[in-house]
């Protein structure tokens, strides 16, 4: 099985940059997902990470360190419309892509 | 029209009703999914299917029961639901060919059982 431990909530200044840390222990995995999903909306898509290192995409960044179970999801120079959801996700080896969510961090964005 | 999407966006039933939540994807993926969104509790994913075919079945009480037609449609069905039931349903697809596959989620059913 899979468990996926994230911080319930966080509260950052606009222009500022954050750090939503994401820890998980698993029996299999084959990536880590970070999505977005904002109050009353779907989740969508920020970044995946399968191999060790930094991933960058815009103002967002996403880490990986298999060997620690962790990844952590940066994101740069806020704005007040990045107050959302931010979920962890890992894929399970298999045939389908089996993803198992995190409970999700609430970032809010104060000026 | 584009994406995943889904209808009804808002259900409110009576525990002896029967009613369907529709998932319809345009993105040319293989696999669908219903994943159930409870407040304060991560998403929780219910069932899967690949190519039409279920592949994954988390322990959902039969209650609600899924049909997939084609790779492009998802349907849950619902009966004799309770009122812990009452979530926000979300569908999603994807490719499962290999890299990135991510998933794409619609906009999601909100049902409230009463």
């Known amino acids: 099985g899979q468990n996926i431990d994230q911080p319930t909530e966080m509260t950052a200044t606009e222009g500022a940059i954050v750090q939503i840390n994401c820890t998980y222990q698993?029996?299999?995995?084959?990536?880590l997902f970070w999505y977005q999903q904002h109050a009353g909306e779907a989740p969508t898509f920020l970044s995946y990470n399968v191999l060790d290192g930094l991933e960058e995409k815009g103002r967002f960044s996403s880490f990986l360190s298999r060997s620690k179970g962790y990844s952590y999801l940066l994101l740069k120079e806020l704005q007040m419309k990045d107050s959302a959801s931010y979920l962890c996700a890992v894929r399970d080896t298999g045939t389908a892509s089996k993803l198992t969510f995190g409970t999700g961090t609430r970032l809010q964005v104060t000026l | 029209e584009t994406g995943v999407t889904q209808t009804p966006r808002h259900l409110v039933m009576g525990m002896t009703n029967k009613k369907s939540l529709k998932c319809e994807q345009h993105l040319g993926h293989n696999a669908m999914y219903w994943y159930k969104q409870s407040a304060k509790k991560p998403l929780e994913l219910m069932f899967v299917?690949?190519?039409?075919?279920?592949?994954e079945n988390n322990s959902v009480p039969s209650r609600f029961s899924p049909e997939c037609p084609n790779s492009s449609h998802l349907f849950l069905h619902l009966h004799t639901l309770q009122p812990e039931d009452s979530a926000l349903y979300l569908c999603?697809?994807?490719?499962?060919?290999?890299?990135?596959?991510?998933?794409?989620f619609g906009p999601g059913t909100r049902l409230t059982v009463l």
């Open positions: 999603a697809s994807s490719q499962t060919s290999g890299g990135a596959n991510e998933q794409f």
């Open positions: 698993t029996s299999g995995f084959n990536g």
């Open positions: 299917y690949n190519f039409k075919e279920q592949t």
